[in-house]
């Protein structure tokens, strides 16, 4: 079967660095998508990675490591309003998009 | 603003009502969306209307169902369901190619309680 694991929730300080990682193990790649939900909130786009390497996007980074099934988000400077539900996609051999189950990120003064 | 609006944003109806609801999305995407997303739990993709094609997860029971008037507005028809139904549904819009979908971009959300 097809899975995408992320861990369910994360604490971090305000103006600290986070990483929130993501695993996956699907029938083909091509692509990986983070989304920010915020509580009560629409899912919005934050980063797309295709290949291998690090895309950095101001404060937040994305890092795909295609022979290890393997991504990460990294937030810096982290401000009250990060606090969040981070949302791992991968689209599949099919073009079809796994989701992961999202991990909660709570900010600590 | 997101450019997708889903109505309404709050529903609670009992297992015997007929209820719908509502997405409309002005970006001249050519692809819509139902997701279900339960607390903890993946978004679960329901229904893909793409390339005037209409793709659906078998899973969805049929007290669910879609319809697509026009490229622009999207409808979820809801009947008899069960409390299980309860979640967040997810309207989403895209652009589409035979590569599939590309960035989506979401409304906010409707919320169903089901008593």
């Known amino acids: 079967g097809q899975n995408i694991d992320q861990p369910t929730e994360m604490t971090a300080t305000e103006g600290a660095i986070v990483q929130i990682n993501c695993t996956y193990q699907?029938?083909?790649?091509?692509?990986l998508f983070w989304y920010q939900q915020h509580a009560g909130e629409a899912p919005t786009f934050l980063s797309y990675?295709?290949l291998d390497g690090l895309e950095e996007k101001g404060r937040f980074s994305s890092f795909l490591s295609r022979s290890k099934g393997y991504s990460y988000l990294l937030l810096k400077e982290l401000q009250m309003k990060d606090s969040a539900s981070y949302l791992c996609?991968?689209?599949?051999?099919?073009?079809?998009?796994?989701w992961g189950a999202g991990t909660k990120l709570i900010i600590k003064p | 603003e997101t450019g997708v609006t889903q109505t309404p944003r709050h529903l609670v109806m009992g297992m015997t009502n007929k209820k719908s609801l509502k997405c409309e999305q002005h970006?001249?995407?050519?692809?819509m969306y139902w997701y279900k997303q339960s607390a903890k739990k993946p978004l679960e993709l329901m229904f893909v209307?793409?390339?005037?094609?209409?793709?659906e997860n078998n899973s969805v029971p049929s007290r669910f169902s879609p319809e697509c008037p026009n490229s622009s507005h999207l409808f979820l028809h809801l009947h008899t369901l069960q409390p299980e139904d309860s979640a967040l549904y997810l309207c989403?819009?895209?652009?589409?190619?035979?590569?599939?979908?590309?960035?989506?971009?979401f409304g906010a959300g409707s919320r169903l309680t089901v008593l």
């Open positions: 209307y793409s390339l005037e094609e209409r793709v």
């Open positions: 699907t029938s083909g790649f091509n692509g």
């Open positions: 970006l001249g995407h050519n692809a």
């Open positions: 990675n295709v």
């Open positions: 989403a819009s895209s652009h589409a190619d035979r590569a599939g979908a590309n960035v989506l971009t």
């Open positions: 996609a991968v689209k599949d051999s099919n073009y079809q998009l796994i």
